[in-house]
């Protein structure tokens, strides 16, 4: 039972601790990644897959044994996808199903200002042209949030956006493979000389930094630079539906969240008492308008 809900308790209870700081969350979920993506980890993982076989393996038997199918690890519409949404919609938070890569998304919102950053912990973020990036956002009570904003980081590495682009593909991303060998200190020189990773490649020295065999880099820098076509839905929050959010996590689930609940509803009344106190101030300072003092 652990197992299947830890996933639960802990959205719940880290949405809430947002929702009570007057953050407003947006979920996005992954979709089908891009073929590019798919090679790439597939690559990536090839040394893992005993091991990670073995520990899949052992989820879905405890899995099985709490009343899920294997389905449970598996995809985006598994149970444990499904039962996040859930969450998600009775606390009256936009989720959102992504076409494709989540991160690419993301970056999409905050170019057209939906939203005002990305929270994750992948960097190619940046790459797909979100302005600002938040790291180690996990609502702890203290803990160093990380932001990034990709203009100040530009900046600093004296790039245009393109050719942090072709950085990133230097260093490594999910669409292709890297030049082995080659740091990030001489990745950056290189690109802040050459500029493109085309002359790049013809500055390097091949025997200590081999350049990948059909290397697509130029897909990669493709997948980062263009432009996300989708349909971008209204983001709309509403109120928490407590009486079905209750059930589902008390009787469904067997997580203990009522009190939890009446200390957000505390919270939120008291919030509302505020806006309304300082509404009615500054009513009051408008009307009452300080003039110059006459002599």
Same mark, same amino acid.
Do not use: N, W
């Given at each position: 039972s652990h197992l299947v809900?830890?996933?639960?308790?802990g959205l719940f209870f880290r949405t809430l601790h947002f929702l009570e700081h007057d953050i407003k969350p947006v979920f996005v979920f992954d979709g089908t990644p891009p073929a590019q993506k798919k090679n790439e980890v597939s690559m990536q993982?090839?040394?893992?897959?005993v091991s990670w076989t073995s520990f899949a393996m052992r989820l879905?038997?405890?899995?099985?044994?709490?009343?899920?199918t294997g389905?449970?690890?598996?995809?985006?519409?598994s149970p444990h996808i499904q039962d996040c949404k859930r969450i998600l919609q009775l606390l009256g938070v936009p989720c959102i199903q992504a076409p494709g890569d989540g991160e690419a998304f993301c970056a999409q919102l905050v170019k057209e200002g939906k939203v005002h950053a990305v929270a994750s912990e992948d960097m190619d973020t940046m790459p797909f042209g979100s302005e600002l990036l938040i790291r180690q956002f996990d609502a702890k009570k203290e803990g160093d949030v990380m932001e990034y904003s990709l203009s100040k980081l530009l900046d600093i590495l004296q790039l245009t956006h393109k050719e942090f682009v072709d950085l990133c593909i230097l260093l490594g991303c999910?669409?292709?493979e890297k030049i082995q060998g080659l740091g990030?200190? *001489?990745?950056? &020189?290189?690109?802040?000389?050459y500029k493109t990773i085309e002359d790049v490649v013809l500055h390097v020295n091949r025997k200590t930094h081999p350049i990948p065999v059909s290397w697509k880099y130029q897909e990669a820098r493709r997948l980062f630079l263009e432009t996300q076509q989708s349909d971008q839905p209204d983001l709309i929050w509403t109120e928490p539906n407590e009486e079905e959010l209750v059930h589902f996590l008390c009787e469904e689930k067997h997580i203990k969240?009522?009190? *939890?609940?009446? &200390?957000?509803?505390?919270?939120?009344q008291e919030r509302r008492k505020e806006r309304e106190e300082n509404s009615k101030q500054a009513r009051m300072e408008d009307f009452f308008r300080v003039t110059r003092r006459r002599q």
């Open positions: 809900c830890s996933h639960l308790t993982a090839a040394a893992l897959t879905e038997k405890r899995a099985k044994t709490a009343g899920y389905s449970y690890i598996k995809g985006k519409d999910d669409y292709c990030p200190r *001489r990745a950056l &020189k290189l690109i802040q000389q969240v009522r009190g *939890r609940m009446q &200390k957000f509803h505390k919270m939120l």
